[in-house]
């Protein structure tokens, strides 16, 4: 149960991170640079932790979808990036992939 708790924050961690890469400006502005650099930090050490008992595979196919999906809703909401109708299926075929991978994967641990 852990590993889905170190995986959370991994996620979340990460999405703060790519989205101050925007507002840090190409690393010119110190604060959202410095969210960037510990916000990786702090994904990349709960998704090892993650990886002591959930495949790299697996751990890295739902952290990755889950993120694209977040930092989307984010750039769409907080930087006012429109979302085309292809981005919208685009999305939900991803959301779908980390469904079935919790769902019904037997590669995932419970």
Do not use: C
């Amino acid at each position: 149960m852990k590993q889905w708790l170190f995986l959370s924050v991994a996620i979340v961690s990460e999405v703060l991170a790519t989205s101050a890469l925007k507002a840090s400006n190409g690393f010119t502005q110190l604060w959202p640079s410095l969210l960037v650099v510990v916000g990786y930090v702090i994904a990349f050490f709960f998704l090892s932790l993650t990886l002591r008992t959930m495949p790299v595979g697996i751990a890295y196919a739902i952290w990755s979808g889950v993120g694209i999906v977040l930092v989307t809703l984010i750039a769409w909401f907080v930087f006012e990036q429109s979302l085309d109708v292809p981005a919208i299926i685009g999305l939900t075929l991803i959301i779908t992939g980390v469904v079935v991978l919790q769902v019904y994967s037997k590669a995932v641990a419970h």
